[in-house]
């Protein structure tokens, strides 16, 4: 066994999470340390990447819709940033999207969303069917109708993940290419970790970044362990040639039967089609069921999809919380810190989050947008609390 050295913060988990996490410490002159097999890698791997606040709006997450949208504001900044910071591009497309319906269910269900969004005072526009396809002449012709939602855009979760890696080691960053096995406790206090080849890292703070395997790691106490869960994601990826572009040129989303599904066009030619939602633990097998269910909606909304090379199959992991909301900031471990269980919403919340966790490792407070997010509330004594 051996000793590494110490970091004033120690980040396990090296996907956007961690990496915006470990990038805005260092930024703030912290001694930063990353412990990670695969940095860049994880759920964003395979992620669509829709910035999307509005469209994936659900009934009863208000609270949670607040920080979406604080996280969306942030984006243009958050991007320019990071290119300059690093030279790269990161495909974020001010696009906007369309949300579109077939069937009258389908229709009722988008009235629905429609008349919350209003209520939340957000912006979208419902159209007719015409109108839909006018904006999207690719669209099958029965689209019914569709919500326009001008403010939902998309970017590119590879190339973010990439710059953010660029970024963490032009600020300092240290990577430990290696699995973390064993949070380190001394005196009721988090003060590092122990990895897979029996290196002690020694910390000051340790922020447990990990997505859906946040919830594994050993050594961390039973009622401060983060009650996060994989949700499995399958998404194709498609090319599309020149000679067919632009063959969209918004996001395009639709439930079809009950299922989700949406198409996400890149700028460099990359049409994203998911996603899945399975809850079937580590699973990340990407079945002939999951793959056809996909291109079978995208067809019925899209049809020439079906003249497109069909380039990558992928599964991934989203860490999935209780209340389907992040876990942010400090836990009852004195020294251990969260941010995980972004489910959904990883990519879109990548800037508040580095955001959150860099104040509260500066001031030892979550800033107020950020205490509806604190993990105490999963504690025991919070749970069991009575209402007054
Ligand atoms: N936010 C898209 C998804 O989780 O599939």
């Given amino acids: 066994m051996s000793s590494s050295r110490t970091s004033d913060v120690l980040v396990v988990g090296g996907g956007i999470i961690g990496l915006v996490t470990a990038w805005r410490a260092a930024q703030r002159g912290f001694a930063t340390a990353v412990v990670e097999p695969m940095p860049g ?31 969306a504001r942030r984006y243009p900044d958050f ?20 949300a579109v319906a077939f069937d009258a269910d389908d229709r009722a269900q988008l009235r629905e969303l429609h008349t919350l969004q209003q209520r939340s005072g957000l912006e979208s526009q419902w159209l007719n069917g015409r109108e839909c396809r006018r904006l999207e002449p690719m669209l099958a012709p029965g689209v019914r109708g569709g919500l326009r939602v ?41 003060a590092g970790v122990r990895t897979a080849d029996g290196t002690d890292l020694a910390a000051g703070r340790v922020v447990l970044a990990a997505g859906s395997l946040s919830g594994r790691l050993a050594g961390v106490p039973d009622d401060v362990l983060p009650p996060v869960r994989p949700v499995k994601g399958q998404v194709l990826r498609l090319t599309v040639p020149t000679r067919y ?73 989203r860490p999935g919380s209780p209340d389907n909301a992040p876990l942010l900031g400090p836990t009852e471990l004195e020294g251990l810190l969260l941010a995980t269980g972004h489910h959904r919403n990883g990519v879109l919340l990548t ?38």
């Fill in 150 to 190: 001008d403010g939902d855009h998309q970017i590119d979760p590879r190339r973010l993940a990439g710059a953010l890696v660029t970024a963490c080691e032009r600020a300092g960053v240290v990577f430990h290419r290696v699995w973390a096995k064993r949070l380190s406790v001394v005196r009721e206090r988090a």
């Fill in 351 to 388: 800037p508040v989050t580095g955001d959150i966790l860099a104040h509260t490792l500066t001031t030892g407070e979550l800033p107020a947008e950020a205490r509806p997010f604190s993990p105490r509330r999963f504690t025991t004594a919070a749970l069991t609390k009575q209402p007054a």
């Fill in 245 to 317: 572009a632009p063959f969209l040129t918004r996001t395009v989303r639709a439930v079809v039967r009950g299922s989700q599904v949406y198409l996400v066009p890149r700028d460099n030619g990359e049409l994203v089609v998911g996603a899945t939602s399975e809850e079937l633990g580590w699973d990340t097998t990407v079945t002939a069921g999951g793959v056809y269910a996909l291109l079978r909606d995208a067809h019925e909304l899209v049809p020439g999809i079906t003249e497109l090379p069909l380039t990558e199959t992928r599964a991934g992991l």
């Fill in 79 to 98: 991007a320019a940033e990071l290119t300059e910071a690093t030279g790269q591009a990161l495909g974020y497309r001010r696009c906007g999207t369309l």
């Fill in 41 to 71: 890698g994880g759920a964003a791997e395979v992620a669509a990447g829709m910035l999307a606040a509005v469209t994936e709006l659900h009934y009863g997450e208000q609270t949670l819709l607040g920080l979406n949208l604080a996280s």
